[in-house]
């Protein structure tokens, strides 16, 4: 596992225990490390029509991919949404992290929109999902703000889907402008923050105002640079400016962070589902 594993292990079980304030930040790094991979084995089993059809090379490059007609782009988001949001089912790294932190004060804020944390366990008024949620629908010019479950369709979609389209009277219009639906995700300046999400902001923003100058713990798990400004950077910015805090960062490819919390910081490359199995024992 590396040098100093065993050591960096305990130290931080005892950050942990002694924490007042324990603060989740989860990325695609976590899902990566649940499973919930984008490419390879996974995308080239569950989309196998689609590559063939259309040279896609991985879930997250698809996901801008300019299908010609509705029924197309359907075909492919329907399964993509099946898949990462409602067949995927709780994972074992997310229980665990669930099972370590769950009699704490705790908070999570996590740019993942896969449901994986409250799938797990974890209250949906303690996890704020800053990008959206594969589980929604909304306007794609956000003419209005409210999002629409979308499970049922999705599953009707799939289920009808021939050579990579869905019928015509499956595609998805908005019921108030009469244009096209999106998934409920943050792609464009139409993202709709609805009553939930902001909400949950003011919970956010409650739990970084409580625990101010208080014994925290920031513990960012699998966050790399792709929206770094969520999570990674004021996580950095709040254990420099707390004397009390403690900045645990699991993550395979991105470990250092800034010099000047080295005291404050323990880093993890080893794979995030091993350290937080061994962290609960």
């Not at 229980?95 to 932190?101: G, H, I, R």
């Amino acid at each position: 596992m590396g040098n100093g594993y065993q050591e960096r292990i305990e130290k931080t079980k005892r950050a942990i225990e002694s924490s007042e304030y324990l603060l989740i930040g989860g990325g695609a790094g976590l899902s990566a490390a649940a499973g919930i991979a984008y490419s390879g084995k996974r995308f080239l089993k569950n989309f196998a029509p689609f590559i063939e059809k259309y040279g896609l090379t991985d879930m997250y490059s698809s996901g801008f991919y300019p299908f010609k007609t509705q029924e197309e782009r359907w075909a492919y988001w329907a399964k993509h949404i099946s898949l990462n949001r409602y067949e995927s089912g709780p994972t074992t790294v997310y229980q665990d992290l669930f099972q370590l932190v769950k009699n704490k004060k705790y908070f999570v804020i996590t740019t993942n929109v896969d449901s994986q944390f409250e799938l797990a366990g974890f209250p949906s008024d303690k996890v704020f999902e800053v990008q959206g949620n594969y589980g929604f629908f909304q306007c794609s010019v956000g003419c209005h703000d409210k999002l629409y479950d979308n499970e049922s369709l999705v599953k009707d979609m799939v289920a009808r889907t021939i050579e990579c389209k869905i019928p015509s009277e499956l595609v998805p219009i908005c019921p108030v402008c009469g244009g096209n639906i999106d998934p409920h995700l943050r792609i464009n300046q139409y993202f709709v923050q609805d009553k939930k999400w902001y909400e949950l902001n003011d919970l956010y923003n409650q739990f970084l105002q409580e625990s101010e100058g208080k014994k925290v713990l920031f513990l960012e798990l699998g966050v790399g640079f792709n929206t770094p400004g969520i999570i990674r950077y004021p996580f950095e910015q709040m254990t420099y400016h707390n004397e009390y805090a403690t900045l645990i960062r699991l993550n395979k490819d991105h470990p250092v962070g800034a010099l000047e919390n080295e005291d404050k910081s323990i880093a993890f490359t080893e794979d995030i589902q091993e350290v937080v199995f061994t962290l609960m024992k």
